[in-house]
């Protein structure tokens, strides 16, 4: 049989080589002499010598190791022993007995088990160890003999990252001490079993997180062996809110199911008059997803030292949750033409989209918009065990030139100069709010962080945005990292009016100063009420310490001069709109308010604009203008009826069936001038989705999906998309046209896989209407002993 020859170096500790004593003595008259070539008990003599010098590079028949070991050195061997005439012992040999080698390791790493309680990581679909740090984890070691303490020694050591290093730590040595002591890597013998022994294990909770590789390093009298490393063994570390020193440490209990546990939320869209909101599968704990959220990390380059810093890992996540610069997890899209891929609006979870940019070796995903950025971005920064919630914000503005205002620029005649208009107010924006200290800013910075994945604006040349601490937000401390500006601008910048001058220039004309962010949203603790969080992002409204943190701000920004002089104001514009608004296929009825406050008549010259406009405050089309006089006697209120029909604005929708109403105007009298936006949208119906049959693990059941086209018009090559978890992986049905005003239904069979409340989700996808989707509650029974 050959003989399998290994480097020494390969079997190498770092920054030693091992050293074998080779048991030279004095050459006797015997070892001098040239032995017969043909005589066996020399031979095997000599096999056996050399196996005593170098059992690895002449193993013994017969190894029974469960686990593999790798001896890296051998003490002296005795010299006296005699070696000519005897034949080799076939069952080990006496080296093998006196050294201490690793049998087997057990990580108790069942779901079900002390350590993945202990650790609230039995919700992973995954059977490695997964351990939070900061906290005592237990492991079993089989060894070949017993173990003794005052003879052996024995350490772990875990290695993670692709240069592993002690100084940066991603390569750990852990010592077996006599008693654990709280943040430190350290393992304490707690029981001994014979040849097994049973270790408490410590981690600091500073440690880098990731997927670590195991091996044990043995020493005795008569030499050193390290075990084998073994995948099956890789232990996977998470932070840890549960524990008071992680800088991810939450006190409530109920926010942590919340914003850690909870694989399900609400995310909320529309206009701040018309909230609407969906269900969000984020399924964090879903086979293959740990693994997928590593491998984003991984994708982004960044060393894995600075994966035990929350800071350091969100702002990472943030910039690779979309695909600019670096090839992240998903591509934006808001053109309207998804032909390359998935429509945003068709997505209603995390798992499909981080298993296909996995699977797919780091290929973006087709397409994404804010609200898929941002609860992909939940999905992957719970999973590592960061509390972190989806929020939106309604009348969300987007500074583009670091003003911290909001500019709209009028020509002559008080019409929108579209080509200037860069800044842009989106009828609701969706990003992240992430929890950790801050001990990189003062004190009292601590706590929700905004993190934005969307790629708007770079940030140190990447497109990412955060953590930008919400304290600093709501106190205008914009000087605050990271990227504190432009969240504000978001939440609470002022909308300034400039109209264009004869010679070219720009004259500020007026200002809007409670036009941005408002009900900012996220979904309840413990129910899925919407919660309303603006006062944690602002003062209140309009009150003296919200001025402050406004003028305090955009002190910093790049037009410090721009505020309106404050100006006799005697006539007021106001537009409304009745009930939830107008469903789609409908009319559009809005109402216009003008109020004359003075003692004095007034006429009012009023410009009026509609335009489709994507859900981002960007421009499509304009579908039609007006222009009114209105006369108001003293002290009158009129209210203006406005219509916009359905022929009007049918061929020009997109996306979030979103509009907006531009007024301008001015009054003869005093040259006040007037100016608002109203953006409202088209409701669209839900799909309605019904449980068929007993929901039970392992037994197959249904449930129906039906749907009312409210347009009247065919809809054209209608997709329908299904997912649930514990209940059916995300399918996608292609279900062709469907007719004007029509009803259809359809029958989705599945087997479900896991107990407890479940949530179905369903969305509809087509070219002439998106975002329509649906969603039902379904309690599945454990599974019956009847069912295989």
Do not use: C, M, W
């Given at each position: 049989m050959p003989v399998e020859t290994r480097s020494f170096r390969d079997r190498s500790a770092v920054g030693r080589f091992p050293s074998v004593t080779l048991g030279f003595g004095e050459d006797t008259e015997e070892d001098k002499e040239e032995p017969e070539e043909d005589s066996p008990e020399e031979e095997n003599a000599c096999r056996r010598w050399l196996r005593k010098v170098c059992p690895c590079c002449c193993p013994r028949p017969n190894d029974d190791d469960i686990t593999d070991t790798v001896v890296t050195a051998v003490d002296d061997l005795d010299k006296g022993e005699e070696t000519d005439g005897e034949k080799p012992a076939t069952g080990g040999s006496e080296l093998d007995e006196l050294l201490l080698k690793v049998r087997s390791i057990d990580l108790m790493k069942s779901k079900s088990g002390e350590n993945r309680t202990q650790h609230r990581t039995h919700l992973y679909q995954s059977d490695h160890l997964i351990i939070r740090r900061g906290q005592t984890f237990h492991m079993w070691i089989t060894l070949s003999r017993p173990f003794n303490p005052d003879t052996d020694k024995l350490h772990l050591e875990l290695k993670t990252g692709p240069l592993p290093t002690v100084s940066k730590g991603t390569r750990v040595i852990i010592p077996l001490v006599e008693d654990l002591k709280d943040g430190r890597w350290e393992a304490a013998l707690v029981k001994q079993d014979d040849k097994k022994i049973k270790l408490s294990v410590n981690s600091p909770p500073t440690a880098v997180i990731g997927q670590y590789q195991l091996t044990v390093e043995t020493n005795c009298a008569n030499g050193r062996a390290i075990s084998t490393h073994d995948p099956a063994n890789d232990v996977f570390m998470l932070f840890n809110p549960w524990c008071d020193d992680d800088a991810v440490f939450m006190d409530s209990e109920d926010k942590r199911q919340e914003y850690v546990l909870n694989d399900i939320g609400r995310i909320y869209y529309g206009t701040q008059n018309q909230i609407g909101v969906r269900t969000w599968n984020y399924g964090q704990f879903d086979d293959g997803i740990l693994a997928a959220c590593l491998f984003v990390l991984e994708k982004s380059g960044t060393p894995p030292s600075g994966w035990g810093d929350p800071i350091t890992v969100v702002r990472v996540i943030s910039a690779m949750i979309n695909s600019p610069d670096d090839r992240g997890v998903l591509e934006g899209n808001w053109s309207g033409d998804y032909s390359g891929g998935s429509s945003p609006a068709i997505w209603s979870g995390s798992v499909e989209i981080l298993k296909e940019y996995h699977q797919n070796s780091g290929l973006p995903v087709k397409y994404g918009q804010c609200w898929v950025f941002a609860g992909t971005l939940t999905t992957v920064v719970r999973c590592l065990g960061i509390p972190c919630r989806t929020v939106t914000n309604f009348s969300s503005a987007h500074d583009t030139d670091v003003s911290l205002t909001t500019d709209v620029y009028l020509d002559e005649n008080l019409d929108p100069i579209d080509n200037l208009n860069a800044d842009s107010i989106w009828n609701f924006h969706v990003w992240n709010d992430c929890w950790m200290a801050r001990p990189d800013l003062p004190a009292g910075n601590g706590g929700w962080q905004a993190v934005d994945a969307t790629p708007q604006e770079t940030s140190q040349g990447t497109f990412r945005c955060g953590?930008?601490?919400?304290?600093?937000?709501?106190?205008?401390?914009?000087?605050?990292?990271?990227?504190?500006?432009?969240?504000?601008?978001?939440?609470n910048s002022d909308k300034i009016y400039w109209q264009r001058n004869l010679d070219g220039t720009f004259s500020q004309i007026y200002s809007e100063k409670k036009t941005v962010g408002h009900y900012i949203s996220t979904k309840a603790v413990g129910s899925d009420e919407r919660d309303d969080i603006t006062h944690l992002y602002k003062q209140p409204e309009g009150s003296v310490e919200e001025r402050i943190a406004v003028e305090t701000a955009c002190s910093y920004g790049s037009k410090a001069e721009a505020y309106s002089s404050p100006t006799a104001e005697d006539v007021s514009l106001e537009v409304t709109m009745d009930g939830e608004g107008p469903r789609m296929g409908q009319d559009a009825n809005l109402t216009i308010t003008l109020r004359n406050s003075s003692s004095q008549q007034r006429k009012v010259l009023l410009h009026s604009q509609v335009a489709v406009m994507y859900y981002t405050g960007v421009h499509k089309a304009t579908v039609r203008r007006d222009r009114m006089d209105v006369d108001l006697l003293p002290n009158e209120e009129n209210n203006l009826e406005w219509t916009l029909e359905y022929k009007d604005y049918k061929d020009q929708l997109i996306d979030q069936a979103a509009l907006m109403l531009t007024l301008s105007g001015r009054v003869n009298e005093t040259q006040q001038v007037l100016a608002t936006q109203f953006s409202f949208r088209l409701r669209t119906p839900d799909l309605i989705i019904k449980p068929i049959g007993k929901a039970a693990v392992g037994e197959k059941m249904a449930a129906e999906i039906s749907f009312t086209n409210p347009l009247p018009q065919v809809l054209k090559a209608v997709i329908f998309h299904v997912?649930?978890?514990?209940?059916?992986?995300?399918?996608?049905?292609?279900?062709?046209?469907?007719?004007?005003?029509?009803?259809?239904s359809l029958t989705e069979h599945f087997v479900p896989t896991l107990p407890g409340p479940r949530k179905l989700l369903a969305s509809l996808d087509c070219k002439q209407l998106t975002q329509v989707h649906g969603v039902t509650d379904i309690t599945v029974e454990e599974q019956s002993n009847g069912a295989l």
């Open positions: 953590p930008a601490s919400l304290a600093a937000i709501r106190n205008g401390q914009v000087f605050l990292k990271h990227d504190t500006p432009f969240v504000f601008a978001e939440v997912e649930g978890l514990g209940l059916l992986t995300a399918r996608k049905i292609r279900y062709g046209d469907i007719g004007s005003r029509a009803t259809v």
